[in-house]
């Protein structure tokens, strides 16, 4: 430790600073070797289980990992406290294309290649680097604190994963719920193979826009396509024009030859183009665009295949056309273009169609352009054989589940979503052009058939012993083993003891951006398969946002290590900020600010406790708060009672934010500023009382630090130990309180004091008198309960209310005083002689006059429509920001001019 050098977890005299890294590695070892995490599904309980979402074994902890893996554990320890039976499952994730990708480029280091040492030498060397990195993102979780059961780590490529994923697969070929196509896929030409959906980023770029003139069959003119790929124009197979067009309604039907290739391709009247933009005449090319494909489907045109595995011109399925060129270019200058990359080609092809004055114009165009997001390669729209799924047939039964609210999502917008997605389903692509994953569980037999099944064996003993068969070279989408995690990892296709206990489970918490590709997909198998829902709540949060709420990204240099975060402030302050700002479904605003800020109360908290130690506030077993007589004893002990039943009310609704408001208030606001204070000079004392409020002190403390231990499980585990609680806080109970006899009159004089304090401080603030200066509280038409109350706590409005006197008003009241009106009783204190009355008038009117000034020039900027529309919408709300925080100086100053007036 930094004072002793060594951490010492036993009751002993608390630091005088909490330093987390002195505590943290020890204090979940600690919990560690005692089980804390542990599941157990023999023991009692109403279960409760939480899967991880499987962070890629090739990850490190980013911001979007500590926040939903922060939710989880808070709620995991939560129901521990709540005598749950629980199951916290970790597990990673094998990141197919991802892990591939860091081992080809490790072994591009060496000089070597994935082909040159072949398959199974490269799966091998796979294995070897997930053996020696892949668990690094498990070790960074647990710096954050994060409590799963960690012998019941799974990872989607071991043995019992996979052969749930060999089952599934068989199992859904042979029900026709999965077979071959050929359709256009998402294709990454680096790693030449399909990628899904999310593995693509949109990226807006400027381009150019080329306008094409198509020569009419019949020699009757020309109409103008407008393309941003005119390298595909070789794959065309039609020109498209809305039929409402009037401009192309009579040429629908009759044909237009394809510069450079001379074929006669169609005229067809189809809704997908828009006569707004280019000319409302476009090419039709399915084998290169996914608008296009569905164009094709609708009129049964043909799908001409141009671009190679690489992204290169290929010719093979318009050799024919070469034939056919007559006078509008020469064979060779297309044959040319064989092997050519398509950046490569499309300026020689540009550079043909103005030789051959076909280019009518080109303009400078913003597009967007489809980024691999491993690679950064741009993808390719491809035509391929693969592998598919009929999503839509699995994707019924999910969508009931919702709609019967069976599943929740939380905020229930994110219904609609759900909804809007599996309504429109296209078969899923499952198929990868890759070798690290789950290798397709297809043979293919020399006599032409394919044979599916979960061994060789089993395969060849349907193909009979005179067949020769080959393996499908492709392994599965990631999501697809992903998609039976809720199950898998708990034993299927066995009928394990924790599959019977644990499954459904009770809560998902994940980002809205994998509702689709993970969320729907689990649904989808859980219910075929398990006959019933994997889980019954789905907690939908948003993104992490820097603290002006800008996106989070490396351009824009705002991007934050969470494990910095950790090594700076600690893991509870992290964890606390996380809490502080996940409202429901909204982004959060994290930076080191808003750490900084938790770290403090952190501080405070362990202050607070070492105060407590030092003023002999030791835990009595045998206390019973029922028996508290004093008036403050019993003040704190029903305000405890309320935040342990809001923190519970506040998690049992999902509301993180809440929770963490709550428990922030009462232990900064309501049990240090106040309870503490105010108890000092009880605590100083040496008679019963004192014996009473040290006890109570304890009892409230021991509350705080249970009812915080999900959220702040290190520093409240340390206190914990350090002050001589009984037991681990681990396994101690979440506190439900009685509310005991007695307190409402403890609370109206307690609160009656504290708001008679606070207005006399808002007062002197407002007045501006010096801290130094005393002031006489005079009662004025107050009633004699009132009275009582102040004269009782007369040596605290002396202290914390700087009151030199507290009497009551039996003459004329002064001419200059401020004055406070409580239930029940008007206070006036003094200002002559305190301050300037005429300086302080005159601050006060300048101070005015200036805040009006500011409020005037914001609201004229938000009034102006230009300024709305055009500035970003954190510089807006700054602006409303502004205006509110002016707008409460200003009443302020207005409030205070009129006292002294």
Request: proline share 5%; charged share 25%.
């Amino acid at each position: 430790m930094s004072e002793q050098n060594h951490t010492s977890l036993q009751a002993s005299q608390l630091e005088k600073n909490f330093v987390p890294q002195d505590y943290e590695t020890e204090l979940y070892q600690l919990s560690e070797a005692r089980g804390d995490f542990r599941a157990d599904p023999s023991k009692k309980g109403k279960a409760f289980s939480v899967m991880f979402p499987p962070p890629n074994v090739t990850g490190t902890l980013h911001l979007g990992h500590a926040l939903t893996f922060t939710l989880q554990d808070i709620l995991i320890r939560w129901q521990r406290q709540k005598g749950a039976n629980v199951l916290f499952q970790p597990g990673t994730d094998h990141a197919g294309i991802a892990t591939q990708m860091v081992v080809e480029r490790a072994l591009d280091k060496e000089g070597i290649s994935r082909k040159a040492i072949g398959r199974e030498k490269f799966t091998e060397r796979v294995w070897e680097w997930k053996k020696e990195y892949g668990g690094t993102i498990i070790q960074q979780l647990r710096k954050l604190g994060i409590s799963a059961d960690w012998d019941r780590e799974r990872f989607t490529m071991d043995e019992g994963l996979s052969n749930a994923v060999k089952k599934v697969f068989v199992q859904l070929y042979n029900k026709g719920l999965i077979y071959r196509d050929k359709r256009l896929v998402n294709w990454d030409p680096d790693f030449r193979s399909a990628i899904s959906d999310l593995e693509v980023n949109n990226r807006e770029t400027k381009g150019f826009m080329w306008y094409i003139r198509y020569p009419l069959e019949d020699g009757s003119g020309t109409i103008t396509v407008a393309t941003t790929r005119p390298e595909t124009m070789l794959g065309d197979v039609a020109v498209a024009v809305n039929p409402d067009d009037e401009r192309y309604r009579d040429l629908i039907g009759k044909k237009v030859i394809l510069p450079l290739t001379g074929r006669k391709i169609p005229v067809v009247g189809d809704e997908h183009s828009d006569p707004e933009k280019g000319t409302g005449a476009v090419k039709i090319t399915p084998a290169h665009d996914f608008n296009d494909f569905e164009v094709g489907r609708r009129h049964s045109l043909p799908a001409i295949t141009i671009l190679d595995e690489s992204a290169c011109i290929w010719l093979g399925e318009i050799e024919h056309d070469l034939h056919e060129i007559k006078e509008l270019s020469d064979p060779a200058f297309v044959k040319s273009l064989a092997g050519m990359h398509r950046d490569e080609a499309r300026a020689k092809i540009v550079s043909e169609l103005k030789h051959l004055g076909s280019l009518e114009k080109i303009e400078p165009h913003t597009l967007q352009v489809p980024i691999a997001d491993r690679g950064g390669a741009i993808v390719e729209p491809r035509l391929t054989l693969q592998w598919y799924c009929d999503a839509a047939t699995l994707a019924q039964p999910a969508i009931k589940a919702v709609e019967t609210s069976k599943i929740i999502f939380e905020p229930r917008q994110w219904e609609n979503t759900f909804f809007a997605w599996m309504r429109d389903l296209q078969p899923w692509c499952i198929s990868r052009q890759l070798w690290w994953g789950h290798r397709i569980p297809a043979w293919y037999g020399s006599d032409g058939k394919i044979y599916v099944a979960e061994t060789e064996e089993e395969a060849r003993t349907q193909a009979g012993a005179d067949i020769t068969l080959e393996q499908d070279e492709d392994v599965l989408d990631t999501w697809f083993s992903s998609a039976l995690w809720p199950f898998s990892t708990l034993g299927w296709p066995d009928h394990t003891e924790e599959l019977e206990r644990y499954y459904p489970t009770s809560v998902l918490v994940t980002g809205f951006d994998i509702i689709f590709f993970w969320v729907s997909r689990m649904m989808m198998m859980g219910l075929h398969f398990m006959n019933d829902v994997p889980f019954h709540k789905v907690l939908i949060h948003g993104l992490v946002r820097d603290e002006k709420g800008q996106k989070m990204s490396k351009s824009r240099g705002n991007g934050i290590d969470p494990l910095e975060l950790i090594a700076e402030f600690g893991a509870d302050a992290t964890r606390l900020a996380i809490c502080a700002g996940a409202g429901p479904g909204r982004d959060i605003k994290l930076g080191r600010t808003r750490v900084e800020e938790h770290r403090s109360f952190v501080t405070k908290l362990w202050n607070a406790a070492r105060f407590l130690q030092m003023n002999g506030a030791v835990l009595d077993s045998s206390f019973n708060p029922a028996h508290a007589q004093t008036t403050l004893g019993r003040w704190i002990i029903e305000e405890a009672r309320q935040a342990a039943n809001n923190a519970n009310n506040a998690l049992e609704a999902s509301r993180f934010d809440e929770y963490a408001r709550c428990c922030y208030h009462f232990v900064w606001d309501v049990f240090c500023d106040w309870f503490l204070e105010l108890s000092k000079p009880l605590l100083n004392g040496d008679g019963p009382e004192t014996v009473e409020i040290q006890k109570v002190s304890a009892y409230v403390l021991g509350v705080i630090l249970r009812m915080m231990h999900p959220i702040i499980p290190f520093v409240t585990s340390a206190l914990w130990i350090k002050l001589g609680y009984e037991g681990a806080l681990e396994e101690t109970q979440w506190p439900v309180l009685t509310q005991i006899s007695g307190t409402q009159e403890a609370n109206q004089e307690v609160n009656w004091l504290i708001s008679l304090i606070s207005e006399v401080r808002a007062v002197r603030s407002e007045m501006n008198i010096p801290p130094s200066q005393k002031a006489p509280l005079l009662f004025q038409e107050t009633s004699q309960r009132c009275f009582g109350w102040a004269t009782q706590w007369e040596e605290t409005l002396n202290r914390m209310a700087r009151a030199s006197s507290i009497k009551e008003l039996t003459e004329d009241p002064p001419k200059a005083a401020a004055q406070i009106v409580l239930e029940n009783a008007i206070i006036l204190i003094p200002l002559e002689g305190l301050i300037d009355l005429d300086a302080e008038k005159a601050r006060l009117s300048k101070e005015i006059s200036h805040l009006q000034s500011e409020i005037d020039k914001v609201e004229k900027k938000l009034g102006n429509e230009n300024f709305i529309a055009r500035a970003k919408p954190e510089i807006v709300q700054e602006n409303r920001d502004r205006l509110e925080s002016f707008q409460l100086d200003l009443n302020k100053h207005k409030a205070a001019l009129m006292r002294l007036s």
